[in-house]
């Protein structure tokens, strides 16, 4: 079949008649007038397209209007927009991780909306450096001597074996060759720093003298990789931090230890008692350690490395820093958090909120919560029901993968709208956008991840997916 343009062409409303739509002035009011024209265009094409291989033999006015306006619909609202975190993950990495305090963001915004000293220093009227604003607060909270912050731990870890071990050989134990989310590889990233992995040991099982048989002249460092998001249980052994320190001092060696968590001070109780902190690493004579800003310190996405400052001191010169440098909001928000670990307020800093709470408070919230939806749920005449479960909780970005934590939520049975995927469907398509968790097979509201003014949130989404004003 042969593609008619003039046949086709006479099935469309000329450009002019589409952009006199009495609804395209608001969203060229949102869009601009440019991109408004452009979907048109694009949508146009489509059709062109279907109908020029035969697919569809007309096109209607309607079609292309509804089409057009449903992209643009969803093309004039924010992509990145908050979200209800209804899952009971503390850290996590697909909802944005650490939600900050209200506080340093009111930091963050006196200096984004004007000029700073970011690289300026006050005192002398010169030249400063950005590292400079929070390496002080970074040396007092973990015991280094010297400390250098990037984009994030990853940036962290590649800059120290690019500017420590590039050429050089770099010994690793089997079991600590992880990935990462995001294909973080740790012989990939090795590689691409150029320095030489040299394996030892088996998965599950590592013995110092393998690491002393694997001593050679270009060895320059010892690297122990946090297992982030899995553990080796079972017949399973590997090399103490402290042993591994007293062979690097023995031989000169650097020893860097990607610790990935951030966390600064243990926290109370058994369940998150495993996790060693950044001071007792260097305590335990490790050399250098990185960890991220944004997974048990609360803060945002940045990297660190802490630790011996003739170290740090070549970081700072190596060519990378500049690509892994950190943009004002983001120093910003770290340094208040830092400032108020420092003051003793690690519990007024969301992510540490959520992870001390305790279930008699988790129960109590969903309790309450629970019978104002069943409130919402009568009042939308459908049938349906909300009851508090006991759930399992996680702390989320790698860290505790194992540990699971006691918490609460409000399980929906609402089973006039189908089962708990197209439940969860809804809710994340509503207004406000709520993710939820899904407990013995029903979709169910995780209080512990739950912020200030979440639960009206949550009610104004369940409002919106029942249908009532």
Known sequence: MSFDVNAFMRQIPPMSELLSLPWVPSMEASLGRRAVK??????????????REGRISQISAEEIVREALARLTARSVPSVRRVVN????????????????????????DVSVGYSNLEFSLDEGVRGHRNDHVEWLICQLTGADGAVVVNNNAAAVLLSLAALASHK?????????????GSFRI????????????????????????????????????????????????????????????????????????????????????????????????Q?????????????LGGPQIGVVAGRSQLTERLKKHPLMRAFRVDKMTLTAFEGILRMMLRGEDRMIPTREMLSLSPDVMKRRASSLARRVRRVIREASVPGNASVLEVEDAVGGGAFPAVGLVGYGVALDLPSLGGASRVQ????????????????????????TLLDGDDERFLRSLKRVLGVR
Request: charged share 25%; aromatic share 6%.
């Open 169 to 181: 050989e770099v010994i690793v134990s089997r079991g600590e060759l992880v990935e990462i989310g």
């Open 284 to 296: 335990q004579g490790v050399d250098l350690v990185t960890f991220s800003g944004d997974k048990l």
């Open 425 to 448: 469907g809804l809710f994340r398509r509503s207004d406000p956008p709520v993710v939820l968790g899904v407990d013995r097979g029903l979709p169910c509201l995780h209080v512990r």
């Open 38 to 51: 452009a979907v048109f265009s694009e949508v146009i094409g489509e059709f062109r397209t279907l109908f």
């Open 86 to 109: 209804g899952t009971g993950v503390v850290v996590h990495t697909n909802l944005g991780r650490s939600p900050l305090p209200r506080e340093v963001m009111e930091s963050v915004v």
């Open 187 to 282: 012989p990939d990233i090795l590689s691409f720093a150029g320095a030489r992995l040299v394996e030892v040991g088996t998965t599950n099982r590592t013995h110092l003298s393998d690491y002393e048989r694997a001593l050679g002249e270009d060895t320059t460092m010892l690297l122990k990789v946090h297992p982030s998001n899995f553990r080796i249980e079972g017949f399973h052994c590997s090399v103490s931090r402290q042993e591994l320190a007293s062979l690097a001092a023995s031989r000169g060696l650097i020893f860097l230890e990607d610790l990935g968590s951030g966390l600064l001070e243990a926290f109370d109780g058994d369940a998150l008692s495993e996790e060693p902190t950044v001071r007792e690493c260097l």
